[in-house]
């Protein structure tokens, strides 16, 4: 174990050097001697610096020079650890009530006696280390209850994001569901649409066919001509395009002026495909209801996607569905 080492602040310099030998004798490391307060205090902070600063100083509280030994304690406590031990010819009182703010280890009262300061120095290192020993716990203490702190905010962090994971998952499922239940309600609306017109169509056809029936004549070319001209004009899309528009844009509002925007070069043709490929309607129930062939169809289909600038990879209807 390193033996303790001194430091003296003593203007009596025959003094100073007597306690420096005798305190070597008892085997303590005496590191310094100095007479004015202003040149102890710069000697042990460059020796605290260095790591080297000494574990007890013993200050004459009068000392030669501008500042005292209390002021010189004063600012060696305030940058270093070093245990003070007062040493002074002053009244008890007078010297108590001076510099105990400082709170000493002891105080060594002249004419000095060598087994006092011995005991002082012994005691002053015993309440030095349980300081120094109270200080580290404290310490680690501090340090244990921040990294508790510490991990708790991680792991209160971890759960925040967890459940805001949680709570976006859900989020996205529920517009996924509503999405789905979207899809299915327009379908469900396209369909009435054209079911719709079917019925309308049909409704025709049998109030002319209960009409020829009903009439005891024979039926003429021109009354046959006359129901299939019936026909014709219901099955034709042109001329019902506007009411399909109609409900087709309470369905998917706002898909011809978002085309219009993008692809304002599309003709009137265009944007009638474009409305029945939204509709996921395939080539032959197209061709059905634009009255044209298989064939023609799909040339309008290529013509499209030529006019969008679509990659072969890209499929037609599916980027329609997305304008």
Known sequence: MAP???????DELILAHDLKAKLTEFGYEVIGIDAKGENAVKNVLTLAKSNKQPDIVIMDVSLAGKMDGIEAAKKITDETNCGIIFLTA???SEVFNKSFFLKPYAYVFKPVDIDQVRVSIEVASYQRNLELTNEQIISELKTEIEQRKKAERERNQRLQEK???EQKINQLNKQKHQMEL???NRELATSSIFISQKNKIIGLIRKDINRLMRNEKSITREEIARTLKTIDENVKFDND???IKAHFEKIYPGFFDRLR???PHLTPNDHKLAALLRMNLSTKEISHILKITAPSTEISRIRLRK???LDKNINLTQFICEV
């Open 4 to 10: 303790l080492s001194l430091y003296i602040v003593e």
């Open 90 to 92: 002053l009244k008890k």
């Open 163 to 165: 459940l805001k994971a």
């Open 182 to 184: 979207d899809l299915i």
């Open 241 to 243: 395009w506007y009411r």
């Open 261 to 263: 925007k993008k692809f």
């Open 307 to 309: 006019k969008l600038s």
